[in-house]
């Protein structure tokens, strides 16, 4: 997508890391936790996860677009009275992280690699999840996403980063700005759902986690539209994969279609 064609952002970007040899960008939600924190809300305080996974399915077969059926699962929660204050403390006493993701990222720090957080959710609900399953460790990590607007009567509902895009936040754009760098970094990028579909053919090295839930949307994204990726189920395993490729023992080409890292 050429910068003429780009969706306008009505929330402002982090600098460019111009100077690094990797850069990681990840989606959040059901990548870095184990539970996708806007499908936890809406699965227990909003319309039910039944109709949620009908609304993920209609996306993927693309008869719908995420920015609008993301954003009526959201409103169910808000319109049966959830306060986002309230949603943000359910969401810290329930959404855990990736059992493998402390040590990945203390890697990627020992190295110089930047760990940009790449999301469709909300970025003051991702912050406050994140500074309570990481620590100090979190002020480190970078995020661009979505943000909230929280109203006078206590109803709220998502900002989007791009709404003329229907993705809502369209992800690409947090990537081919390091395409377009002349000296451009390898790019790894993790994913888990429909809302990675608009990143998925810009990483040099793709991500895709493996669920046990069957949930597994971006694989069969990927495996439909013939995009090279690693199947992950957790970050111990994609560090291995990392590692190599960082350290040059492996290259991205050998981990392409082998099934699980």
Not at 3 to 22: G, M, Q, R, V
Not at 136 to 146: L, Y
Not at 214 to 235: K, Q
């Amino acid at each position: 997508m050429s910068p003429d064609n780009a969706p306008e952002s009505t929330l402002p970007y982090p600098p460019i890391h111009e100077d690094k040899k990797f850069v990681v960008l990840s989606d959040w939600d059901g990548t870095i936790t184990t539970y996708d924190s806007n499908d936890y809300m809406t699965d227990f305080l909003g319309y039910g996860k039944e109709k949620r996974r009908e609304g993920n399915l209609e996306i993927l077969a693309g008869r719908v677009t995420f920015r609008d059926a993301f954003r009526e699962m959201l409103e169910s929660v808000s319109k049966n009275g959830h306060s986002f204050e309230e949603c943000k403390q359910v969401l810290k006493d329930n959404i855990k992280l990736d059992s493998g993701f402390k040590e990945f990222f203390q890697y990627c720090k020992s190295q110089d690699i930047p760990v940009i957080i790449v999301s469709s959710g909300m970025e003051p609900l991702i912050r406050a999840i994140l500074s309570n399953l990481v620590g100090d460790d979190a002020n480190d990590i970078e995020i661009i996403s979505n943000s909230v607007e929280v109203h006078k009567d206590g109803s709220w509902n998502i900002k989007y980063r791009h709404p003329s895009s229907g993705y809502g936040h369209d992800k690409s754009q947090a990537i081919l700005p390091y395409r377009n760098l002349t000296n451009r970094p390898l790019l790894f990028f993790f994913g888990d759902g429909v809302s990675d579909l608009s990143a998925a053919k810009h990483a040099d090295v793709l991500f895709v986690k493996e669920k046990l839930d069957g949930e597994n949307d971006l694989a069969t994204y990927c495996t439909r539209e013939n995009i090279p990726h690693v199947l992950f189920p957790d970050f111990s395993r994609a560090l291995l994969v990392v590692r190599s490729i960082v350290e040059g023992t492996k290259t991205p080409e050998e981990w392409f279609g082998i099934g699980r890292a």
